[in-house]
């Protein structure tokens, strides 16, 4: 697409420079009240858009939260020797 549009403004401007290609592309190119995009860039009537570009800075915050890995290990053995067991329901 950028290349195309490149192509017309070079020919536009190969016409303007050219008043013999100008009179081919058109028959009335001589006269006053002609007016095309070639004779609009000769007479510099071509305004360019005044824009402001500012730049957009985006931060982007990574949290990273650490899994604390807790080995529990008692110091006391709580579990129930083989001979020691609940009731038996009678």
Same mark, same amino acid.
């Given at each position: 697409?950028?290349? #195309? !549009?490149? %192509?017309?403004? !070079?020919?536009?401007? #190969?016409?303007? !420079?050219?008043? /013999? ?5 058109? #028959?009335?190119?001589? /006269?006053?009240?002609?007016? +095309? /995009?070639?004779?609009? !860039?000769?007479? %510099?009537? *071509?305004?360019? &858009?005044?824009? #402001?570009?500012? &730049? ?13 890995? *807790?080995?529990?290990? &008692? ?5 129930? &020797?083989?001979? +020691? %067991?609940?009731? /038996?329901?009678?």
């Amino acid at each position: 697409m950028a290349v #195309a !549009l490149l %192509g017309v403004f !070079l020919s536009v401007f #190969a016409l303007a !420079l050219s008043e /013999a290609l100008h009179r081919i592309l058109h #028959a009335d190119a001589c /006269a006053p009240e002609h007016q +095309c /995009a070639v004779t609009t !860039l000769q007479s %510099g009537q *071509v305004e360019t &858009p005044v824009t #402001a570009i500012e &730049p957009v800075v985006a931060y982007v915050a990574v949290f990273f939260t650490a899994q604390p890995q *807790v080995d529990f290990v &008692p110091s006391v053995d709580f579990s129930l &020797p083989p001979s +020691c %067991g609940p009731p /038996a329901l009678s």
